[in-house]
């Protein structure tokens, strides 16, 4: 089975641009996090989509938005991009139909760097 | 609101020798627990996870960790360490309610040495 797969793995913005990067699921996962990871705040939750609805939300500004398609894909943007963008963001994707599972299976990753 | 909290920023021990993780949790109600490592450059990786029961519980790479309730702790363990686990190792709480949001500790970053 194919794992968690993220594009672009690498992607260099200026201030001021937006950005999406997306995300497929293992097959079968209908539950897709995002998360940011930056040496000075750690891993942050941005948001959850379960069956293309959101289902949580971190506390992000709205300038961070995502959405999931019918095929469970999902995609992150994040408009009017500042320098403290700069991240790895994480995709992950969940098994089961509930409304939990924990087990969170994570892609590389992608790099932005805002300049 | 859930935090964790992981004390030690660095380790380093040798090769062969045993590991302890530390990890200390806030949250309300029982919590579900959960270790993850990352490799550099890489995403992350379950090792094991916490929901109820027994509270010592067995993971991935002869990984292992103790839920103490009353020290709010829960500690990952690895008798003999190969030179393979040096990674960054992160404890996190989830929680019924909150989806699949989970709250991760800062890390631990461990350096095996030869």
């Known amino acids: 089975k194919a794992g968690v797969t993220q594009t672009p793995r690498y992607l260099i913005k200026t201030r001021g641009q937006q950005v999406t990067l997306s995300c497929s699921p293992i097959?079968?996962?209908?539950?897709v996090s995002w998360y940011q990871q930056t040496p000075g705040q750690g891993l942050q939750f941005l948001f959850e989509?379960?069956?293309?609805?959101?289902?949580n939300k971190g506390n992000f500004p709205g300038r961070f938005s995502g959405r999931q398609f019918s095929n469970s894909r999902s995609e992150m943007n994040v408009s009017t991009l500042e320098l403290g963008d700069s991240a790895l963001y994480l995709c992950?994707?969940?098994?089961?139909?509930?409304?939990?599972?924990?087990?969170?299976?994570f892609g590389e990753g992608s790099r932005l760097t805002v300049l | 609101a859930q935090s964790v909290t992981q004390p030690d920023i660095h380790i380093t021990v040798s090769e062969g020798a045993s590991l302890e993780l530390r990890c200390n949790y806030s949250?309300?109600?029982?919590?579900?627990l959960f270790w993850y490592v990352q490799s550099p450059g890489q995403g992350l990786q379950l090792l094991l996870k916490?929901?109820?029961?027994?509270?010592l519980v067995q993971g991935i790479k002869g990984f292992e960790a103790e839920f103490k309730r009353s020290q709010s702790s829960f500690n990952l363990r690895k008798p003999s360490v190969h030179w393979s686990d040096a990674a960054e190792y992160f404890c996190?709480?989830?929680?019924?309610?909150?989806?699949?949001?989970?709250?991760f500790g800062g890390g631990t970053r461990v350096l095996v040495k030869p």
């Open positions: 992950a994707s969940s098994p089961g139909q509930g409304a939990f599972s924990g087990e969170l299976f």
């Open positions: 097959s079968g996962h209908r539950s």
């Open positions: 989509y379960f069956s293309e609805t959101q289902r």
């Open positions: 949250y309300g109600a029982t919590p579900y």
């Open positions: 916490y929901f109820s029961g027994d509270t």
């Open positions: 996190a709480v989830g929680a019924q309610a909150a989806g699949n949001k989970l709250t």
